[in-house]
């Protein structure tokens, strides 16, 4: 029976990428501990500042503002706002909502939700509904950040967190790597760096791996939506997804070592990739580097299409 390298207590699970046995109370020590260190690597927040939190519901956004809310307690001079979006999901976002709202409610956090209805006048639904050429993930994605930038620029948020984790961070380098997409690979977070009109994104999960945040939620009992967007089957990650996690099977650690590389070649690419000069959308005024935003590119070509379809 293995036991905890810690304290010598029965190992609650072994981490096969360090070799590490540790009980419950180590596991969570374990997380909590590299998830504060990210937050400090990331660029410390001045005492006064407002940090928004995108919160979908979910355990890593649920797990992530948690720990947030542990680590800047009220009196450490760091206000929290939650931002939950509701795209339009019926019989899926209403349940989540709920979800973060008890959670900030228990936690005495300001929360607000922000519509693609309200704010679009239209629902991914409806998006979907268009037809298998309509990706939903690629149109939701862009709303969403449209929308959560918007709102956090307006709080006056120095920063928004995100829950993304080590599986979504080293999938979207493999994906930008696999694309050939080198200015986004550059333009991955964390940013360091503020550009006019874009709120700076700090990502405190991203070195935990996802079956990490589901055993941390859990042991923590942190309430969260276990059943994912009804879209995600028509997601482009997933193949990225399958491979990643066939090579962490066979190999311990890839997911770390992809971000890791990622980490270590991106300040040497952003010499030959400085941040793009940013201009105000057209129809928005939100920052982009054309003179339309991606967001109203992609709402103009679904509202026309849902007009020929009424």
Same mark, same amino acid.
């Given at each position: 029976m293995a036991k905890c390298q810690k304290c010598? %207590?029965?190992?609650? $699970?072994?981490?096969?990428?360090?070799?590490? /046995?540790?009980? %419950?109370?180590?596991?969570?020590?374990?997380?909590?501990?590299?998830?504060?260190?990210?937050?400090? $690597?990331?660029?410390?927040l001045p005492k006064g500042s407002k940090l928004a939190v995108a919160v979908s519901g979910g355990k890593d956004s649920m797990s992530a503002l948690s720990i947030l809310s542990e680590t800047f307690?009220?009196?450490?001079?760091?206000?929290?706002?939650? $931002?939950?979006v509701d795209e339009?999901?019926?019989?899926? %976002? %209403?349940?989540?909502i709920k979800l973060a709202e008890g959670l900030c409610s228990d936690r005495g956090i300001g929360c607000e939700v922000l519509s693609f209805k309200g704010s679009f006048g239209i629902t991914m639904d409806s998006v979907a509904g268009l037809g298998e050429e309509w990706r939903p993930c690629t149109f939701c994605g862009v709303l969403r950040r449209n929308l959560l930038n918007r709102r956090a620029r307006e709080l006056?948020?120095?920063?928004?967190?995100?829950?993304?984790?080590? /599986?979504?961070?080293?999938?979207?380098?493999?994906?930008?790597?696999?694309?050939?997409?080198?200015?986004?690979?550059? #333009?991955l977070g964390p940013h360091?760096?503020?550009?006019?009109?874009l709120v700076p994104r700090l990502l405190p999960l991203r070195m935990i791996p996802e079956s990490e945040m589901v055993l941390y939620a859990d042991l923590k009992g942190i309430p969260y939506l276990e059943k994912h967007c009804p879209? #995600?089957?028509?997601?482009?990650?997933?193949?990225?997804l399958e491979i990643i996690n066939k090579l962490e099977e066979e190999t311990p650690g890839t997911k770390h070592s992809i971000l890791s590389t990622? /980490?270590?070649?991106?300040?040497?690419?952003?010499?030959?990739?400085?941040?793009?000069?940013?201009?105000s959308c057209n129809l928005c005024g939100e920052p982009t580097m054309g003179e339309v935003c991606k967001a109203c590119e992609l709402l103009g070509k679904a509202r026309k299409a849902l007009q020929q379809n009424i």
């Open positions: 010598g %207590r029965k190992a609650l $699970l072994r981490i096969p990428y360090s070799g590490s /046995d540790l009980c %419950r109370d180590h596991f969570i020590e374990f997380v909590e501990k590299r998830v504060r260190k990210e937050i400090k $690597l990331q660029g410390k307690k009220p009196g450490s001079g760091i206000k929290l706002t939650a $931002l939950v339009g999901l019926k019989g899926y %976002r %209403r349940k989540a006056g948020a120095a920063k928004i967190a995100f829950g993304h984790n080590l /599986d979504d961070m080293s999938q979207s380098v493999l994906m930008n790597v696999v694309n050939g997409d080198v200015q986004r690979l550059v #333009r360091t760096k503020t550009q006019k009109g879209y #995600r089957p028509r997601a482009h990650r997933l193949g990225f990622h /980490d270590q070649i991106v300040p040497a690419l952003r010499e030959f990739y400085p941040p793009a000069k940013l201009n």
